[in-house]
C-alpha cells in the first residue's frame, strides 16, 4: 500500500511516497478502514523533526487525523487518533486520555496518510455519507482537544469573555467555534489582519494584531480593565505572559500547546491575588469524542479548510504548514 513516511527525523527533504508497504491486518477489537483523506497538524512537524522521548522506525507512517471507510463494510467513519488501553485506573474512570499508555496515531504508533489503517473499534465514530470528506478529514483531533478544552476544563459559559491567541491553526478555529456555539463572546488575536478578517467572518467578536499592539493592554482598555474570563494558549513561550494579563479576577487560562516553546514564567503572587486558574489539556476522552462526533453528524463545527494536497504531493502539503500562512486545516487526499 501506499502512505507518506519518514524513515529518520529533520526537514521537508525526509518525507517519502512508499508504495510497497504491507496493508496492515486488524486483530481482536480492531477495525481497518480505508483512508479516504487525512490531514495534517502541528504535531506531525514536531514528529518530522523529531521529539524527545519519542521513537521512530523506518518506513514511519505520517499524520494522525482521518476519514474513511470500514473494510468490508460501507460506513464512513472519522478516526479518534488517541489510543488507550482501556484497563488502567484512568480509563476506568473514564479518562482515557490520562492513560499510563496512552499513544497517539503518527507520534507513539504508526499514522493515518496512508491506503489502510489499523485503529480499535472503540476510536472510529460512524459518520453520514454525504459528510464532506475534507472536513471530516480535518475534525477529530482539533475539535476534540477544543472541545475538552472549553466545554469540560475551563467551563466556559455563554456571555463569558474569551480570549483565543494565535488564530488561524486548527485547535484556535476549532475554539472559535465551539465558544460561538456556547454563545460566548470571542475576542482572537494574530499578526495577520488577513486571518484576522477572515476569524470576524467566522464570528469573532473583537480582533487584535498582536504584532502592532500589546494585547492585554488593549484588553484591559477595552473591558474597563476587567480582563478575559477564559484565555485559551497553545502557544505557549511567545504569548504566556500577554495571556496572563488579559485574564480577568478569577479567570482560568486553558492550555494544550507550546508550538513557540515549553518554557514559562508566572508571578505567584498575581496567580494568587487574582486567584486565577490555570487549566493542562490534552486531546479528549471516550464521552468527548461521541459528543464531538455527533456536533459532525448534526453538520456542525465543520473546520474551515485552507488546502487539499494529493498523497503525491505531501512535501508540498508540510511546506504549508511549516509556512506558518495557513488558515484552516491542510487536507491529504489518499483515495477520494
Keep these: 500500500m501506499r502512505a507518506l513516511t519518514i524513515s529518520a527525523h529533520g526537514g521537508l527533504e525526509c518525507l517519502e511516497l512508499r508504495e510497497d508497504l504491507p496493508i496492515p491486518a486488524p486483530g481482536p477489537g480492531e477495525v481497518r478502514v480505508r483512508v479516504l ?14 521529539l524527545p522521548g519519542v521513537n521512530i522506525t523506518p518506513a514511519w507512517i505520517m499524520g494522525a487525523d482521518a476519514v474513511g471507510i470500514i473494510d468490508g463494510t460501507d460506513d464512513l467513519v472519522v478516526v479518534n487518533p488517541g489510543i488507550s488501553d482501556g484497563t ?3 480509563c476506568r474512570r473514564g479518562e482515557q486520555s490520562l ?6 496515531l503518527g507520534e507513539h504508533t ?3 496518510i496512508a491506503d489502510y489503517i489499523v485503529v480499535p473499534e472503540r476510536n472510529v465514530a460512524r459518520i453520514p455519507r454525504d459528510t464532506p470528506i475534507p472536513e471530516a478529514a480535518a475534525f477529530t483531533l482539533s475539535t476534540l482537544t477544543a472541545w475538552r478544552m472549553l466545554v469540560t476544563r475551563a467551563q466556559l459559559r455563554p456571555e463569558e469573555n474569551v480570549l483565543i491567541q494565535g488564530i488561524g491553526g486548527g485547535v484556535a478555529l476549532a475554539a472559535l467555534q465551539i ?4 454563545g460566548s463572546r470571542v475576542w482572537v488575536t494574530s499578526s495577520s489582519d488577513e486571518k484576522l478578517a477572515r476569524a470576524r467572518h467566522l464570528g469573532a467578536d473583537e480582533t487584535i494584531n498582536y504584532r502592532t499592539t500589546d494585547v492585554a493592554r488593549e484588553i484591559r482598555s477595552r473591558t474597563a480593565k476587567r480582563g478575559m474570563d477564559v484565555v485559551v494558549d497553545s502557544v505557549g513561550e511567545a504569548t504566556w505572559a500577554s495571556s496572563l494579563g488579559a485574564l480577568g479576577k478569577f479567570g482560568r487560562l486553558v492550555t494544550c500547546g507550546a508550538t513557540s516553546g515549553p518554557t514559562i514564567t508566572t508571578d505567584a503572587r498575581r496567580l494568587f491575588w ?8 490534552t486531546m479528549g476522552n471516550d464521552a468527548e469524542f461521541a459528543a464531538v462526533a455527533n456536533e459532525l453528524r448534526e453538520g456542525r463545527l465543520l473546520p474551515p479548510i485552507d488546502s487539499v494536497f494529493d498523497i503525491r504531493e505531501g512535501r508540498e502539503a508540510f511546506a ?9 486545516k491542510i487536507v491529504v487526499r489518499v483515495s477520494l
Design 37 to 50: 483523506a487525512a490531514s495534517l497538524n502541528h504535531l506531525d512537524l514536531f514528529v518530522l523533526k523529531g
Design 88 to 90: 488502567c485506573e484512568y
Design 99 to 104: 492513560c499510563v499508555q496512552f499513544r497517539l
Design 110 to 112: 504508526p499514522g493515518t
Design 179 to 182: 465558544a460561538k456555539h456556547i
Design 274 to 281: 487574582n486567584q486565577w486558574t490555570i487549566l493542562g489539556s
Design 320 to 328: 504549508r504548514l511549516e509556512s506558518g500562512a495557513q488558515f484552516g
